[in-house]
């Protein structure tokens, strides 16, 4: 079955600094990768889409400058939180599209809980 | 823009017995549809899609359903089991459109 992994799992940060997230699909190439933000109790949003390749197509509301992502290879997206502070830490997930099914399912990571002190 | 909502919001119930979640959607023009569950602290597991052509997934103990027509899906789980207490979502997307909009969740809990 199609996997996605995340790294790290959990981070803690200082404000002003910088984090950088891994999102892997293990077994498949994904040419295009998403990027979620879940707040406590709540459902998940759409911040960007990442496709191998090309800048990454962002959400309205969603500053680019403050979330970087770079999708450099087919199994391989980032997502940077640069200069964060406390109203970023969240819960973020990736999720990949398998092409290999008709590419009409999406597979989620682990997700990376990130707080910002 | 496609909102989608599921009520109820929690919900428990004694083990072994069967239910049913609910999901609406505003726009009926969607490409598919799925159900994920989500335990405390972690991603999402897929448990069911449903494309627009179809009326009904069955996997297991879940089926989920789907009437475009109405906006409505339901995801039925029969002889609930401790196991299954975690949050459902439901996630549609659009024709030409690969993103997901997700609902609000029903978080459910299975009491032993």
């Known amino acids: 079955g199609a996997v996605v992994s995340q790294h790290p799992s959990w981070v803690i940060c200082k404000s002003g600094t910088s984090v950088k997230i891994e999102c892997r699909s293990l077994d498949f190439q994904a040419t295009t990768m998403f990027w979620y933000r879940q707040f406590p109790k709540q459902s998940l949003m759409l911040m960007a889409t990442s496709n191998e390749g090309s800048k990454a197509t962002y959400e309205q509301g969603v500053e680019k400058d403050k979330f970087l992502i770079n999708h450099a290879s087919l199994t391989l997206s980032t997502l940077t939180v640069t200069s964060a502070h406390p109203e970023d830490s969240s819960f973020y997930i990736c999720?990949?599209?398998?092409?290999?099914?008709?590419?009409?399912?999406?597979?989620f990571g682990p997700g990376t809980r990130l707080t910002v002190t | 823009k496609q909102e989608v909502t599921q009520i109820p919001a929690a919900l428990s119930v004694p083990e072994g017995e069967n239910l049913v979640l609910n999901c609406s959607f505003t726009?009926?023009?969607?490409?598919?549809l799925q159900w994920f569950r989500q335990d405390p602290g972690k991603g999402l597991t897929s448990l069911l899609l449903i494309q627009s052509s179809q009326r009904e997934q069955t996997s297991g103990r879940l089926n989920a359903s789907l009437d475009k027509s109405s906006g409505r899906s339901t995801l039925y789980i029969a002889a609930s089991q401790p196991g299954d207490s975690a949050t459902y979502l439901c996630a549609v997307s659009a024709f030409g459109n690969e993103k997901l909009t997700f609902g609000t969740g029903t978080r459910l809990t299975i009491i032993p």
């Open positions: 726009d009926s023009a969607i490409y598919n």
């Open positions: 999720s990949a599209r398998d092409p290999r099914a008709g590419g009409n399912e999406q597979y």
